[in-house]
């Protein structure tokens, strides 16, 4: 954990906490739902602190909790263990490679069946927790139906679906939200030295993800994107262009299709780079400075030119297509080859 997390755009979830910390009615089990890279964890964290500070009120620790203002550091040697990941009451249970296993588990059972050794709430914090397999998952179910005294469990997940309902049932669910556009370019802006055109762009494909935009921020990250976005576009203006599609063979628009689907794992963000720029061709008919990606501005002013605004209408709703598809499970190339036609037509 960082020397003090930030908590950003997250108000609903921090009044909540709060009204828990304030009240003295900390359940037994939270459940914290939202995409990777809002603050899940860093909350969790601060909530352990918060439940164990020797200086402050509980809590005063998410009172403007989107401010990083150094009078919301404590030094007591509670805070100061947590922060460090060295408090022997405050447990993190992460998925050993692919998935939490239920040796982990049975690990942490052991150790609630002990007293805490010095907290005065001991916080178990499940991250990932979709990643648990089913004995996991049965065994969690277990500590869930005896809680220890004097302990918290923290599960976090992107969507509650993700668990057993009789695991989401035995928590109090606290949602997160994805972080806004404008919050993620002013950390990009102002602690990353970006300039407000990349943070612009970067924010949008974050998707609410402060962890994410970070991650593409990063030296090689960057380079990577920004070369996979110049391929897209050139490739994409040459197929739409107000060209036929039998002037483009298909041949080469299914080897389009097919480079686009080799890595799976960062198609949904291609994706979302293609559908940003077809909005971007829209809206340049009408407000041309409200653009997104305003060094493609002459790439945009060519296809807005010889393309209808129903005809790009048509190309976003293919990819959002594509993309409802892929996140159903179905076939993925099949699903980018039926999107490429169409993007191409």
Sequence with gaps: ?????????????????????????????????????????????????????????????????????????????????????????????????????????????????????????????????RAMNPSAGNALLKVLEEPPRRTVLIITAIQSSDLLPTIVSRCQHIRFNPISRKSLEDVLVGKKGLDYDDAKTIATLARGSLSKALSMVESKNRIKWVNRRSWLINSLSLNMAGQQRSTKPVASLLAFAAELSKNKEILQDTLEIIKLWLRDIVVYKSCPEKIINRDLVDNIQKVAQKLTIEQIIEKIEAVRTAQKGIKAGANLRLTVEAMVMQLAN
């Design 1 to 129: 954990m960082s020397k003090l997390a930030v908590i950003i755009d997250q108000k609903k979830p921090v009044q909540l906490l709060t009204s828990l910390l304030r009240h003295n009615t900390i359940p037994n089990a939270l459940l914290f739902t939202g995409v990777e890279g809002v603050g899940k964890c860093a909350t969790a964290m601060m909530f352990a602190m918060a439940c164990n500070c020797l200086n402050k009120d509980p809590w005063s620790f998410f009172q403007s909790a989107n401010q990083a203002t150094k009078n919301r550091i404590c030094y007591c040697k509670a805070c100061v263990k947590i922060r460090s990941g060295n408090h022997p009451d405050i447990i993190h249970i992460k998925p050993s490679g692919a998935y939490i296993k239920i040796g982990q588990i049975r690990s942490l059972q052991d150790v609630l069946a002990m007293k805490p050794y010095e907290a005065r709430m001991r916080v178990v914090i499940i991250s990932d927790a």
